[in-house]
């Protein structure tokens, strides 16, 4: 395994850049997720990496090896494609020997670590079958097997869950990540999906429009978001847009004022309020000054969603779902309820950064 | 190329309410292809059977002789011999030199696709006749090609290209060459790339990737293709009389001899025959062998 | 990703991607030098093609329009082919149309068929039509053979094939839900063939009626035998020709005949994509 540092990558597709002067490390046996929106430039960076794309200027490096003018089959990554990309003319046997076969490993060695990577993956029993006679999880495990057989230097994943359908992909979540750290893989993963880059990665990079938006622990970039559009994309958030009125006051546009408690120098420039729906608790009935008719309730099984109208601004609401005799659990539409939340829940962040 | 898997679509909610009827509409298309092609067909093998006599023309007849001579003759042996050669070895040729130009188009995205596709299969479109006459312009004593070759003194004497079985391999690959690219393009495209990104990663070369992903893939569209050039070969006419010349003989110029210059009717008849026995049983036996390597799929 | 693929196209020019690109190029020279030379040598003022020419002119295709052979000839195959598309296309419609939605026994049998014109060999089929022909004119003392009819008639079935082809595919494409939604907006069959599946068959009947008339316009093995003194079509006229020898007249001739199927092809792009139909 080795480290990757990205330096001044930059892609440029025409007019239009796809990738803006990235800069990147990730440490040997880290995990590292690209998360954004599609078009973020967050695919034409692993692809850069692995060498199907060359960039306009920047390096890419691995341990201290500049590879950049280095083509594809000479990085010796190995890579999850979103499709899998699995050769259907191959028995997944063959598939997952096929990197061995193109290093020259042949025989009896390229047939005990063929075995070995898809005992690793838990499919020895289906050695002979084709992809196409597979499921789709087990598709995604050849792939798995078939990228780690060779001892990449880098273990990239492009969407590799995207395919898999709700539950499975939960399960193969944990499942990756365990594999990824059992085995010490420095891994460049490529996803959407907020839930999956929160759950497996040791840090995310949230992207957009070809720039990085900003870098940290899941924890970090969901507590701490340094914009509303990170605030937004690493979870669900009432973004409520508007300007600081005085030390501890915001006023909203819709005329809505209110109570925070953040040093002065952290929101300059900083005109949206931004909150997380479970960080706000609800009670019936109109008391404080936030309250208002409830407009909607949604049962989501362990959660409730409700969506408080005060003023001219809706809050979404996330709570637990009250028990039966609880008086919240009789709340329908339209009744009164009031909100109310720790002062140091909010967070007054920049539109954009 | 059947329409077999039509049948699931009919199900659902019935539009139109009289699907028994629906049988009448294929009625004038069956009668015209049955009168006009399987009849005369029929009619054909009939009259090769029949004998054939300087004076009278045609004897009711019923027997293979003319099958028996067409084979024995020294004559018709080399045309069917020339035919099937040249056949065979335009085919490989094409195959090879469509390769790389189908991989291209099959890659191509964006607009500029569709006039490529357009311009492939424009000089299908403009008929052999003027593109044989075209190639008559570059291989003359006078053509292009001698006056380029005699201007910088490769040559002090013009070539004889003209009337050359080189010329007509030229002219046969010239026309079928479009029918080989667009139809293994169509697999190529099929053919996702991310399986060319997934090999480069696992450390294949180009030509490796091209060798043990590329090439096994798009086999349907090369199995296809080489059938249906194969036939076009098979059949050349034009080409065969324009650029190989009077002493060159093909079997579609010989049975139009046949008729036309013999009025031989029962061994012109015995020769259509054998053409199209020999390119039906070559297709057949072409599909047969690849469905059966790739039965698979 | 268009530009991508331009960008990378542009800035790895590894050895073995100019070897295939070399190698592209020398296939498209070989399909577009015959079409190219015939254009050019229809400019050269020289009756006799030699390179470089001394001058250029138009004078040919004055001559070309004087020649009643190539005249004649132009005006036979565009009626024949008129002709042929305008029987053919209907009735292969209305086959294909059947193929796709109705059901009878033997379907594949007659699918298999009407697609049999294309797998006969032009020559071979123009034979057994020739007599054919000749025995009916025998039988019938009437004209068949280099009579207008004869051709088309010959021409008709190799029509069949191509729309029965094309109009399959393009039903079979054909989404059954907006059908279905007409009907359920109170639409009789009636209505909603002519409102709903006809229009959207449109663009596979467009590419019927322009392959049908290309193939009858440039056909000359299936029509060779067919034609006679006086109904002569225009590929035929041009081989007779050019047995004797290549000019610039007949270039010329080629050149009109390259434009009037250029201009073809690029008319009905505009209605359907050639690219997706082919």
Known sequence: MASLSIDNLTKRFGASLAVDGLNLAVQEGELVALLGPSGCGKTTTLRMVAGFLPPTSGRVLFDSEDVTNLPAHKRATGMVFQSYALFPHMTAAQNVGFGLEMRGVGGAERQAKVEEALKLVRLSHLAGRLPRELSGGQQQRVALARALVINPKLFLLDEPLSNLDAKLRAEVRIEIRALQQRLGLTTLLVTHDREEALTMADRLVVMEGGRVRQVGSPRELYDEPQDAFVADFVGRCNILLGRRENEIQFRTAGGLVLTVDIAPNESKNANAFALRPERISIRPGAEGDLHGPLQAVTYLGPQTEYHVRVGDEVFVVVQQTPGADEPLASVRPQDQVSLRWDRKAPRLVPQTS | MTFADTHRDTKGANVKSAPSGMALLVLPACLLVLGLLIGPMLLMFRISLNRFSPTQLMIEAFSFENYARAAADPYYQEVILTTLGMALLCTALTLIIAFPAAYWVGRLQSSWKSLVVIATLFPLVVGNVVRSAGWMALFTRDGLINAVLLKVHVISEPLTLMYTPKAVVFGIIAVVLPYMILTIASVIESIPRDLEDAAANLGASALQTFWRVILPLSAPGVAAGSILVFVLCMNTYATAVLLGGPRFKMMAPAIFDQFVRGNNWPMGAALAFMLLALTMSFTIVGSIAFARRYRVR | ?278
Request: no cysteine; net charge neutral.
């Open chain 3, 1 to 278: 990703m268009p530009a991508s693929l331009l960008a990378n196209w542009m800035e790895r020019p590894s050895s073995g991607r100019i070897l295939m690109r070399i190698l592209v190029l020398i296939a498209y020279l070989i399909i577009f030098a015959p079409v190219s030379m015939i254009v050019a040598t229809s400019f050269f003022s020289q009756e006799i093609v030699s390179f470089p020419p001394p001058a250029l002119t138009w004078h040919w295709y004055a001559n070309a329009w004087d020649k009643p052979e190539f005249l004649r000839g132009l005006i036979t195959s565009l009626q024949v082919a008129l002709l042929a598309a305008a029987v053919g296309v209907p009735i292969g419609t209305a086959a294909a149309l059947a193929i796709v939605r109705g059901e009878f026994p033997g379907k594949q049998v007659i699918s298999a068929l009407l697609l049999a014109p294309l797998a006969v060999p032009g020559v071979v089929a123009g034979s057994g039509l020739y007599m054919f022909y000749v025995l009916a004119e025998n039988a019938l003392d009437r004209d068949i053979k280099a009579t207008t009819e004869g051709l088309v008639a010959a021409h008709v079935m190799l029509t069949i094939p191509w729309t029965v082809r094309l109009v399959v595919a393009s039903l079979q494409g054909l989404d059954r839900a907006a059908e279905e939604a007409a009907a359920n907006l109170g639409a009789g069959p009636l209505t909603v063939f002519r409102r709903i599946t006809l229009p959207m068959m449109r663009p596979g009947i467009v590419a019927a009626a322009m392959f049908s008339f290309i193939q009858s316009f440039e056909n000359l093995d299936l029509s060779l035998l067919l034609v006679g003194p006086g109904r002569i079509t225009l590929p035929v006229a041009m081989l007779n020709y050019l047995e004797f020898r290549i000019d610039p007249t007949l270039a010329a001739v080629a050149t009109v005949q390259i434009v009037i199927v250029g201009v073809l092809m690029v008319v009905t792009d505009r209605f359907v994509k050639l690219s997706r139909v082919v």
